[in-house]
């Protein structure tokens, strides 16, 4: 992502605080919504007595460690350090940019509620909350496309390896 690129994308919300907060608010509106229900689907499965309960805990917590430890290998700047300018939504990390953790972890959970037979249509909807996690970071200047994509095939490998190795 060239300079030039970043700020063309982030201005509009540079220029409109309104939609910066409304940027942050959906943000987090997404982000809410997955992890809190996330907790809800591991109790939810040990009330069941879920066989399934223990990949549900396991995968997205192996994965969560897994990208936590390769993206702080690879300590990829931020493009609001690169460019040396502001995030739209608020943020001060500095580096382990890629992968993205939040929208990886937003995916790994939204495939382990698609596991679900009975929950598919809410998995489905929270990977479009994924999706919709993605799109926010990248034009509130927090990642790069780089990040996103690589977060979600992270996600898709890790979910896939996981669910059904164990």
Not at 42 to 66: Q, S, T
Request: aromatic share 14%; net charge positive; with cysteine.
């Amino acid at each position: 992502m060239t300079k030039e690129t970043y700020f063309k994308m982030t201005q509009p919300f540079r220029d409109h605080s309104g939609l910066a907060k409304s940027l942050h608010r959906l943000n987090d509106l997404f982000s809410g919504i997955i992890f809190i229900s996330y907790p809800l689907l591991v109790f939810w499965l040990f009330c069941r007595k879920d066989p399934g309960l223990l990949k549900a805990i396991l995968v997205p917590l192996d994965g969560f460690i897994a990208v936590t430890v390769f993206r702080g290998m690879c300590n990829r700047k931020r493009p609001y350090e690169k460019f040396e300018t502001e995030p739209v939504i608020p943020k001060d990390t500095k580096g382990k940019s890629f992968p993205s953790r939040h929208v990886f972890s937003a995916a790994v959970i939204a495939l382990t509620v698609c596991m679900q037979p009975h929950l598919i249509g809410m998995g489905i909807l929270f990977l479009a909350f994924s999706a919709g996690i993605a799109v926010i970071r990248v034009v509130s200047g927090v990642h790069y496309i780089s990040d996103v994509l690589a977060s979600f095939v992270f996600a898709a490998v890790i979910w896939g390896t996981g669910y059904y190795l164990f």
